[in-house]
T-cell receptor, first 112, second 115 residues
Framework: SQKIEQNSEALNIQEGKTATLTCNYTNYSPAYLQWYRQDPGRGPVFLLLIRENEKEKRKERLKVTFDTTLKQSLFHITASQPADSATYLCALHTGTASKLTFGTGTRLQVTL | DTGVSQNPRHKITKRGQNVTFRCDPISEHNRLYWYRQTLGQGPEFLTYFQNEAQLEKSRLLSDRFSAERPKGSFSTLEIQRTEQGDSAMYLC?????????????FGPGTRLTVL
């Protein structure tokens, strides 16, 4: 069966450290993978998109890697800040369909 | 504010009643999506439109659910004969189709509570 797995346990890290979140998938062949941020009571906000032929993408303090052999994406936030505290969702987009299939999300808590 | 808007933000209804939600996408976006999200889960795809055409519906979308996008602008999602299991956050998103993977812009959602 198809699955997208993100660590359901909250990730607690100290301000200034690098947060690394994992997204693993099975039985998908996504053309693209996206990461979204979601704050409580709000809709998801797009952060980064990475294509299947790209290994890494960066945007400011954010970095995403995509390994289609391992079927895994890693999402890094460097120099984390308390304002980065939120739930982070990975989503797969296959080339033949427009919909996104989301993981359950990982809650990140950055403390002082 | 030129983002995606949804109304109402909250809706409380009794089981068996009908409810309708509205989504106004970003004006130049030609694709509009509906998702449902329950606590602790990621959004689940329900349906999407390209302009006014409804191109895909999830198996999750029972015959009590119907969505429209007249004239390719705003969209409505109606749930008939609501059940307690319909309680969730209903999210609308829009995007501009292009050759790359399309990022989706989400609205704030409508939280439905069925008593």
């Amino acid at each position: 069966s198809q699955k997208i797995e993100q660590n359901s346990e909250a990730l607690n890290i100290q301000e200034g450290k690098t947060a690394t979140l994992t997204c693993n998938y099975t039985n998908y062949s996504p053309a693209y993978l996206q990461w979204y941020r979601q704050d409580p009571g709000r809709g998801p906000v797009f952060l980064l998109l990475i294509r299947e032929n790209e290994k890494e993408k960066r945007k400011e303090r954010l970095k995403v890697t995509f390994d289609t052999t391992l079927k895994q994406s890693l999402f890094h936030i460097t120099a984390s800040q308390p304002a980065d505290s939120a739930t982070y969702l990975c989503a797969l987009h296959t080339g033949t369909a427009s919909k996104l299939t989301f993981g359950t999300g990982t809650r990140l808590q950055v403390t002082l | 504010d030129t983002g995606v808007s949804q109304n109402p933000r909250h809706k409380i209804t009794k089981r068996g009643q009908n409810v309708t939600f509205r989504c106004d996408p970003i004006s130049e976006h030609n694709r509009l999506y509906w998702y449902r999200q329950t606590l602790g889960q990621g959004p689940e795809f329900l349906t999407y439109f390209q302009n006014e055409a409804q191109l895909e519906k999830s198996r999750l979308l029972s015959d009590r659910f119907s969505a429209e996008r007249p004239k390719g602008s705003f969209s409505t999602l109606e749930i008939q004969r609501t059940e307690q299991g319909d309680s969730a956050m209903y999210l609308c998103a829009s995007s501009l189709v292009r050759t790359g993977g399309n990022e989706q812009f989400f609205g704030p959602g409508t939280r439905l509570t069925v008593l």
